[in-house]
């Protein structure tokens, strides 16, 4: 069963892009075969295109790729910028921090 995955805007916090999963199921009961889509919404924030295809491949979704929230991501989440030193200074090594 191949369970797809969208990249979808929150209700619950809007502005917020989350995903969700879909997949059809056959079910054979005693008045036939009938499909249904087993669906789950995922309030995850998701930060990047990168971030949402690696959740795709890690849990074997087939990741659909458009959209208006798919749109809204960049290629990869940013870092923040790391704050810089003065010249010639240097954060502590971990087993140094503590010794006087």
């Known amino acids: 069963m191949a369970v797809s995955m969208h990249v979808v805007w929150s209700t619950a916090e809007p502005g917020r892009v989350i995903y969700e999963t879909h997949a059809i199921e056959t079910i054979t009961d005693g008045e036939g075969v009938h499909a249904t889509v087993n669906s ?6 998701l930060h990047s295109r990168a971030e949402a295809e690696t959740i795709a491949e890690e849990d074997g979704y087939e990741l659909f790729r458009r959209g208006e929230a798919w749109e809204s991501l960049p290629e990869e ?24």
């Open 40 to 45: 789950h919404t995922y309030e995850v924030p």
């Open 77 to 100: 989440e940013s870092l923040p910028e790391e704050e810089s030193l003065p010249e010639g200074e240097s954060l502590p090594d971990e087993e140094g921090a503590m010794e006087e």
